[in-house]
T-cell receptor, first 116, second 116 residues
């Protein structure tokens, strides 16, 4: 089944404890992205990747890191989480990085993160 | 900068009523794509439709229909004969065609509650 998977789905942690949220897609998509969803703000892009080893900042990158060592995986790293990073996180992928904007983005199931 | 406004924060209707969710967007590009996503209580994002800026034809899919009007920069979504299963948060989103980021700019969402 074609899908985007995220782990963990739920996480409660404490301020300053490094964590990684994994994202994997099995559709051979070139483009991957991370969003965070906050009440009243919709979803906002954190980082994106056009292909392996190519990543760049989105609208709200502060406090996050990403890497794209393999096409299928795009982990989101919080080196020192803070309470303002409590949010619902979505990973997304899209087949064609060249045709910007045209393709539907496939979203993972979401990861609900709470930072105490 | 692009922007999507969903002025209706929450709508409550009784089953079988028709309901329209409003979406107004801003962009300086002439080529762009508009999307609607559904987020049911389980939290995942479900793709509903994509429309490009050159196609102003209205679209109907079962009980769902979309009205795209470039003159008013609107892309409204109507559910006919609403059902309890339509209860969800609905997001309108915009993607500009030639931006490298490929980011979707989301509205803040409209929560639809369909009462039995």
């Amino acid at each position: 089944e074609a899908q985007v998977t995220q782990n963990p789905r739920y996480l409660i942690t404490v301020t300053g404890k490094k964590l990684t949220v994994t994202c994997s897609q099995n559709m051979n998509h070139e483009y991957m992205s991370w969003y965070r969803q906050d009440p009243g703000l919709g979803l906002r892009q954190i980082y994106y990747s056009m292909n392996v080893e190519v990543t760049d900042k989105g609208d709200v990158p502060e406090g996050y890191k990403v890497s794209r060592k393999e096409k299928r995986n795009f982990p989101l790293i919080l080196e020192s989480p803070s309470p303002n990073q409590t949010s619902l996180y979505f990973c997304a992928s899209s087949p064609d990085a060249g045709l910007a904007g045209r393709n539907e983005q496939f979203f993972g199931p979401g990861t609900r993160l709470t930072v105490l | 900068a692009q922007k999507v406004t969903q002025a209706q924060t929450e709508i409550s209707v009784v089953e079988k009523e028709d309901v329209t969710l409003d979406c107004v967007y801003e962009t300086r590009d002439t080529t762009y794509y508009l999307f609607w996503y559904k987020q049911p209580p389980s939290g995942e994002l479900v793709f509903l439709i994509r429309r490009n800026s050159f196609d102003e034809q209205n679209e109907i899919s079962g009980r769902y229909s979309w009205n795209f009007q470039k003159s008013t920069s609107s892309f409204n979504f109507t559910i006919t004969a609403s059902q309890v299963v339509d209860s969800a948060v609905y997001f309108c989103a915009l993607s500009e065609a030639y931006t490298g980021r490929r980011a979707l700019t989301f509205g803040s969402g409209t929560r639809l509650q369909v009462q039995p």
